[in-house]
């Protein structure tokens, strides 16, 4: 890890440098700033139905902003589909409905006062498998931009740059932002993912599994990312991997389905320290250390 | 008494039997794709075998750049010039009617419309692919040549225009349906990625839904091209057949297709104007086939951009 953090020496353009080697699991330091810092959501009774069945019900979970809150628990246990209504693209796959509550720094996100869009716009995402559009690095990056209206080349320049050195893909990539984005490894293309969402200048970046289908360099190189980030957005990240969400978050929310019958609900949320050393719940327990999913 | 065959016996004689079967499917497999090519280069070697006789008294050059067509005066002119613009007026035409109509139409089907909508539209352009070229032409008589007529206050509605539209019309669904393909295939991981990241439906279809199905796109408009520039029966009852030089879709044209099936029945078989009508063919053949080469070559490069 030390190593590729040497790499980036003076590429922090999101970070303030010293933060970067800062213990994962360190909340504490962050609480403090909260006041005035944007990206925390607060959900409560949020219930999920895809038609009839019902896969989520009743969570409810603050998330504090400039923070990593890693959501986990076995398969199909809806995860992903919670880290989707926050920023509602559950609503781009049809016969979804979402219950509950969800505020985006106090603003309800689910009513007809919030344009899906425009919250899409402070609520990033990267998904589980790179996504990168058949166009140059570059447009990569300044798609989200362009469409914010943002139209002046050193403008768009100047985020390119800073996004791509935020997602610390820059010194790999500017001698060539021409170059398709396919011709990037697949680590690199997801890094490139990240860029693309730190561009439209998010509060919040959703990541659903984003090392899943890396290799463990890749996987390492997304997680120092991850590190860096967290001190200028929150970030929300489900992830299969119990020593990732041990290593970089700083909360994590256990949720379980314990039947097809019935809906997943969130079995508890603690500072990830406590959550892998001491949970409060049997189940938490033994679903970290293995027994079961 | 005999014994029965051991298992493993039986299973070796099936295992020959299959063998067998396989290199006889593989055999007939193989001679059908050959097939393609030989019967592909035997039209061009037979083409080219009737033309002889053009290019030897008329000369290629002189047809290609010759702009005046009397194959019946004595000596006949055989001057390709008006008939090659004649089709192609009327492909350009009707390249702009199938175009945006058939992609806009493509992406209303495959993006915004609900599942059934698409079922409904997607039988109706098959039943508009099934219907004889002969009835678009009825319909264009009917229909199109008194509007063109009217609207451009001319003393003849028999012009490119008119063809030109017609044969668009004729070739929507080809341009329909395999943008529609094309489209289908980009993956909803795009048009997700687009959408988180603050992008309507329009955007995200204008910006990277259709640049992303471009090549399959082309590929429909090039297809779309080929059915019109071959297209005979309806231009023939539409475009008026003056094999002069055209300036202005608005006049009347006589295409290639529409040539050698105008004339053909009238010829002496084996005399010049019969081989001249060949070397038409010929030229029209070489066409197509540069048309589609070139889509070919297109879609490949897309192709190999694709491959991840």
Known sequence: ??????????????????????????????????????????????????????VIEGVGMEI?????????????????TLLRCLNRMNDEIGNVHVDGRITLDGADIMGK????????????????????????????????????????????????????????????????????????????????????????????ILMDEPASALDPISTQQIEDTIAELKDSVTIVI??????????????????????????????????????????????????ITGRFG | MRTPPSDGARRLGRTTTRRAAEAVVRAIIHVCGWLAIVILAA????????????????????MLSGTAWYPTSDPGKFGMLPLILGSLFVTGVALAVSVPVGVAAAVFISEFSGPGVKDVMKSIIEFMAAVPSVVYGLIGVAVVIPLVKDVFALNSGMTALTG???LGVMSLPTVISISEDALHAVPFDLRQGSAALGNTRW?????????????????????GLGRAIGETMAVLMLTGNAAVMPTTVLESVRTMTGTIAAEMGEVVQGGLHYSVLFAVGLVLFAITFTINLAADLVLERQRKRWRR
């Open chain 2, 164 to 166: 030109g539209i017609v």
């Open chain 1, 64 to 80: 504090p902003a400039r923070s990593v809150t890693a959501l986990i628990g076995p398969s199909g246990c809806g995860k992903s």
């Open chain 2, 43 to 62: 039209i061009a070697i037979f083409l080219a075998w009737n033309s002889v006789r053009a290019f030897g008294e008329a000369g290629l050059g002189t």
């Open chain 1, 1 to 54: 890890m030390n190593a590729l953090l040497l790499e980036r020496d003076g590429t922090l353009a999101y970070t303030a440098g010293a933060v970067v080697a800062d213990d994962a699991v360190d909340v504490a330091t962050r609480e403090d700033a909260t006041a005035a810092v944007r990206g925390t959501f607060s959900l409560s009774g949020v219930s999920v139905a895809y038609g009839r069945d019902r």
């Open chain 1, 113 to 204: 006062a919030m344009d899906p869009v425009e919250l899409r716009m402070r609520v990033g995402q990267v998904f589980q498998r790179p996504n990168p559009f058949p166009m140059s690095i570059y447009d990569n990056i300044a798609y989200g931009p362009r469409t914010q209206g943002i139209r002046r080349k050193s403008e768009l320049d100047l985020l390119v740059e800073e996004s791509l050195r935020g997602a610390a893909l820059w010194d790999e990539v500017k001698k060539s932002l021409k170059k398709h984005a396919f011709e990037l490894s697949g680590g690199q293309q997801q890094r490139l993912c990240i860029a693309r969402a730190l561009a439209t200048k998010p509060e919040v």
């Open chain 1, 238 to 287: 489900v992830t299969h991997n119990m020593q990732q969400a041990a290593r970089i978050s700083n909360q994590t929310a256990f949720m379980l389905r314990e039947s097809l019958e019935e809906p997943a609900h969130l079995v508890e949320m603690g500072d990830t320290k406590k959550m892998f050393t001491n949970p409060d719940d049997s189940r938490t327990e033994s679903y």
């Open chain 2, 203 to 223: 955007q995200t279809t204008f910006k990277v839904t259709v640049p992303a199905a471009g090549s399959g796109i082309f590929a429909a408009v090039m297809l």
